[in-house]
C-alpha cells in the first residue's frame, strides 16, 4: 500500500498513470479487432478444432473441415 501511495506522490505516478491509459488503449484496439474480424476468427478456431479432432481420429468431425455450429449463433 505504501508503494502505491509514493507512485501516485512522485514522478513515477505519472509514468504508472500513462501506462495505465496506453494498456487501456491497446485494449480497446484488441477488442475493437476481435469485434471486427470475429466470423473470421470464428471459421480459423473451428478449423483448428476440426483438424485436431481428425489428427486423433475422433468420431464426430464434420467432414470437409466444417463446423456442425452456425457462426454467430
Known amino acids: ?7 501516485l506522490r512522485g514522478q513515477s505516478g505519472a509514468s ?13 484496439a484488441v477488442i475493437g479487432v476481435i ?7 470464428a471459421r480459423t478456431f ?3 478444432a476440426d483438424a485436431l479432432r481428425g489428427a486423433d ?4 468431425s464434420s467432414p470437409g473441415g466444417t463446423h456442425a455450429r452456425p457462426i454467430g449463433g
Not at 500500500?1 to 507512485?7: A, P, V
Open 1 to 7: 500500500m505504501n508503494t502505491l501511495k509514493r507512485m
Open 16 to 28: 504508472t498513470t500513462e501506462y495505465a491509459l496506453l494498456l487501456a488503449l491497446v485494449a480497446i
Open 35 to 41: 469485434i471486427l474480424f470475429r466470423e473470421e476468427l
Open 46 to 48: 473451428m478449423t483448428i
Open 57 to 60: 481420429g475422433a468420431a464426430g
